[in-house]
Nanobody, 118 residues
Framework: QVQLVESGGGLVQAGGSLRLSCAAS??????MGWFRQAPGKEREFVAA????????YYADSVKGRFTISRDSAKNTMYLQMTSLKPEDTAVYYC?????????????WGQGTQVTVSS
């Protein structure tokens, strides 16, 4: 059974940092990503990483502030978030593709709340 378990969310002041983790079990993936959903908004892409080459992709809103990484031995993905802003407040979700690309059948974690106070 595939499971994605996020951790590391919390409450932080603007300008602060947090590191999220997503531990995967049950299988390995070629790509994994972070998405977030703020209250009243649609879920949006934050960052993604290819497992083999370590290529990374970021939403413009987080470029230069967030860093995605992975530990292949632990089958775990991370999101280092710095210079946090109140608009980063959201539930952050880990996502892994069921097939070779993103689809409606993908695996999702349960989410972890990140709250940035001004």
């Amino acid at each position: 059974q595939v499971q994605l378990v996020e951790s590391g969310g919390g409450l932080v002041q603007a300008g602060g940092s947090l590191r999220l983790s997503c531990a995967a079990s049950g299988r390995t993936f070629s790509t994994m990503g972070w998405f977030r959903q703020a209250p009243g908004k649609e879920r949006e892409f934050v960052a993604a990483i290819s497992w083999s080459g370590g290529n990374t992709y970021y939403a413009d809103s987080v470029k230069g502030r967030f860093t995605i990484s992975r530990d292949s031995a632990k089958n775990t993905m991370y999101l280092q978030m710095t210079s946090l802003k109140p608009e980063d407040t959201a539930v952050y979700y880990c996502r892994a593709p069921y097939g070779s690309s993103w689809s409606d059948y993908d695996y999702w974690g349960q989410g972890t709340q990140v709250t940035v106070s001004s």
